[in-house]
């Protein structure tokens, strides 16, 4: 399987690169195929770097991602963002869909040039073309793929918009590029789980991107959080924007008394993934707020990750991690009324007020210490909330690049603190 895959990486290229059409579809295919093997002798020599930067400079427009991307993975992401429906209006939710599809488009594009780099320096001896055939808008080259191990056939799919042919899709040996890529992502297609966990299964990645708010411009609120209290919370104002320092996006929060809980839709499998890291900072404490009392249940900074639902009464199974005003760190408690979430406290007091804190937590851990013994495969969402109502103050935090990591990635040294990027940005009152 992973010569086959390598195999796949490396010829994706050989096929990318095709002239504007004319009359004669198939002669123009069959020309820049031709020239463009010919050009591909000259890049072979080039170090990865060096490789990699001439790939990227040529791939981004000949390759139809978007195409290559429905073929690999469906409806996926209109699945994936089914639980929308009820909280964001249809031109958001549509903007929503728009954004995630190209952010997936995105990362299979840059599958394929990670592939490129590692395999296109080896393992191809010759490549042969052996027929074209096209039309107005379409076509197939069949060529024969000469390997160490000896020749497999490579069929290539193409579609011409805009005067110009793209690849949609590739299948080499009898394996197709668009189902390597949908292997590589796995479970995480079949179970609906979030597009972050697909886009960590196609980049290899160690940890999960949960949030870095960089589908966002600066100044707008998140795109993809809505109200958790719609009908309660719908006219409150509210602060929630995303900023940018030092080129790192992060959500601005600030609270004088509405107390307005945000929140994403966010599936994960907890147990695969149950050590979560942010960056976060508070630059105004809500004055005397003691998260355990109800008539002082305020917190500068708060991030919620929804488990599940309690299947009889269908109340969340969460936990909190806050930056309290008074508790010290390492307070776990709730508030004095029913059902309310089991809070953890990770940053306490001014010591650290107007600094970027990386924190780290183990889910799983404190799941198991407050909920139960396993949490959910599937977790619902994360929440955020900055809020100063009870103690009748003001509250003011942001947050930024939260993650989530296999265990075994704490365990080997992999984490670490990668706030220090903000810390060359503006400070706010």
């Known amino acids: 399987m992973k010569k086959r895959s390598a195999t796949i990486g490396t010829i994706c290229w050989l096929l990318l690169s095709v002239g504007t059409a004319g009359a004669d579809a198939t002669g123009e295919l069959r020309q820049q195929l031709e020239a463009d093997l010919t050009v591909l002798q000259g890049l072979v020599g080039l170090e990865e770097t060096e490789l990699r930067q001439a790939l ?51 990362t299979c594009r840059r599958r394929a040039f990670a592939d490129l780099a590692a395999h296109l320096r080896g393992g191809v001896r010759e490549i042969r073309l052996q027929g074209v055939q096209a039309e107005a808008d379409t076509g197939t080259a069949y060529l024969e793929v000469d390997l160490s191990s000896g020749p497999v056939p490579a069929v290539s799919t193409w579609s011409r918009s805009e005067d110009a042919w ?25 179970r609906e789980l ?36 719609k009908d309660k919370d719908e006219g409150k104002p509210r602060h929630y924007l995303v900023q940018e320092a030092n080129g790192k996006r992060y959500l601005e929060a600030r609270d004088e008394g509405s107390s307005v809980i945000i929140g994403k839709f966010m599936r994960w499998n907890p147990r695969e993934y149950p050590i979560m890291t942010w960056c976060w900072r508070t630059t105004v404490l809500p004055e005397g707020a003691d998260e355990r009392r ?10 919620f990750v929804v488990f599940s639902f309690n299947w009889l009464l269908h109340t969340p199974k969460q936990l909190k991690y806050v930056w309290s005003t008074t508790l010290p760190v390492g307070t776990v408690d709730r508030r004095n009324k029913p059902l309310r979430p089991w809070f953890f ?13 990386f924190e780290q937590v183990d889910l ?32 003011a935090a942001d947050y930024a690049d939260l993650r989530v990591w296999r265990r075994d990635a704490a365990e080997r040294g992999l984490i670490h603190d990668y ?11």
């Open 194 to 229: 979030s597009l972050p966990v697909v886009v960590a299964r196609l980049t290899g990645s160690e940890y999960i991107v949960l949030e870095d708010f960089t589908t966002t411009p600066p100044g707008k609120p998140p795109v993809g959080w809505s109200l958790i209290w």
């Open 166 to 190: 793209r690849l949609v899709d590739l299948e080499v040996n009898g394996q197709r590029l668009s189902h390597r890529l949908r292997e590589l992502a796995g479970e995480a297609v079949t």
């Open 294 to 303: 109800n008539e002082l249940n305020d917190s500068a900074g708060g991030i």
């Open 56 to 106: 990227e400079s040529r791939m981004t427009d000949r390759l139809d991602a978007r195409t290559l991307t429905r073929r690999a993975f469906g409806s996926y992401v209109e699945r994936s963002l089914a639980d929308y429906d009820r909280a964001l209006r249809p031109k958001d939710l549509r903007q929503l869909v728009t954004i995630s599809e190209e952010q997936l488009a995105a």
């Open 364 to 395: 799983l851990r404190d799941y198991q210490l407050k909920l139960g013994d396993q949490p959910a495969e599937r977790t619902v969402s994360i929440q955020v909330l900055t809020d100063a109502n009870s103690t009748h103050s003001r509250a």
């Open 345 to 357: 406290v990770v940053e306490s007091g001014g010591e650290r007020l107007g600094r970027w804190t």
């Open 419 to 429: 706030c220090d990027c903000l810390e060359a940005g503006p400070t706010r009152p």
